[in-house]
């Protein structure tokens, strides 16, 4: 069974950076042949997906956030991580991470990854 279990700061300050955090268990990130993606929900909205992350390290963006996310893997501690440059009160939200055996760049519905972590909130504020 593959556990994922995202962690952050809570509370970030406009114009920071955030970094979030998902640690994977029960399977390997590199070896484990799943694509790893971030999604996000703000309050009173929908499900947003952000970018992902492949088994061997290629990377997809939204569009809309590509020019300040980031997600990488440390294969250490297996963790996938991501920071969004840049944050402002419009990035709060609950951020996901989620593993699916397939590339699907762009897609948010629950049965469409195999698996995701509880989400941790995130909230921008001075």
């Known amino acids: 069974q593959v556990q994922l279990q995202e962690s952050g700061p809570g509370l970030v300050k406009p114009s920071q950076t955030l970094s979030l955090t998902c640690t994977v268990s029960g399977a390997s990130i590199p070896t484990g042949f799943y694509y790893w993606a971030w999604i996000r929900q703000p309050p009173g909205k929908g499900l947003e997906w952000m970018g992902v992350i492949s088994y061997s390290g290629s990377t997809y963006y939204s569009p809309s956030l590509k020019s300040r996310t980031s997600i990488f893997r440390d294969a250490s501690k297996n963790q996938i991580a991501m920071q969004l440059l840049s944050v402002t009160p419009e990035d709060t939200a609950v951020y996901y991470c989620?593993?699916?055996?397939?590339?699907?760049?762009?897609?948010?519905?629950?049965?469409?990854?195999?698996?995701w972590g509880q989400g941790t909130q995130v909230t921008v504020s001075s």
């Open positions: 989620a593993a699916s055996k397939r590339l699907i760049c762009g897609a948010t519905a629950e049965n469409r990854y195999d698996y």
